[in-house]
């Protein structure tokens, strides 16, 4: 099997999508991305009927394509709190986020406290960046596990 690598506007749409919910496979000889909605994050939408083309394309050509998963939970947290500790010091909102990332429903409480401040930008910025090493890890370990 020919391998190739992707590019970084490919990384980027995978990070994006991800992001979004969406389900992402790698045909790993020719670096086509093909995305649907995450059955289990979505299991209310007949993906099946709307997705069909991209569902059939990835069930006929099962040895060609890879998914790249979702990064878990955990690692969303871990993002939430290292975007935190990037703050400033002197930013009452750093102490505000830490607080909200040690109560009960730290991803409520942090994006409430993001999307009434002027950090959203900012953590949008940082969140993408993060992704984008997420993505880059996971399609090296693919390889590797591959050859």
């Known amino acids: 099997m020919k391998i190739t690598k992707l590019s970084q506007d490919q990384i980027k749409e ?24 995450d059955t289990v994050q979505f ?13 059939a394309k990835v069930e006929n050509n099962r040895d060609k394509f890879v998914q790249i998963e979702k990064y878990s939970s955990n690692y969303g947290f871990e993002i939430m709190a290292e975007f935190a500790e990037s703050l400033n010091d002197r930013n009452q909102l750093k102490t505000m986020i830490i607080n ?18 002027n950090l959203r930008e900012d953590w949008f910025a940082f969140k993408h960046q993060k992704l984008m090493v997420w ?3 996971h399609i090296q370990q693919i390889e590797n596990l591959e050859g």
């Open 14 to 37: 995978i990070a994006e999508e991800l992001d979004m919910g969406m389900a992402c496979f790698w045909n790993r000889e020719t670096n086509e991305l093909v995305f649907f909605p």
């Open 100 to 117: 909200a990332l040690n109560r009960s429903k730290p991803f409520r409480n942090f994006k409430h406290i993001i999307e009434t401040s």
């Open 43 to 55: 299991y209310e939408l007949d993906i099946e009927e709307a997705f069909a083309d991209e569902v």
């Open 135 to 137: 993505v880059k890890s």
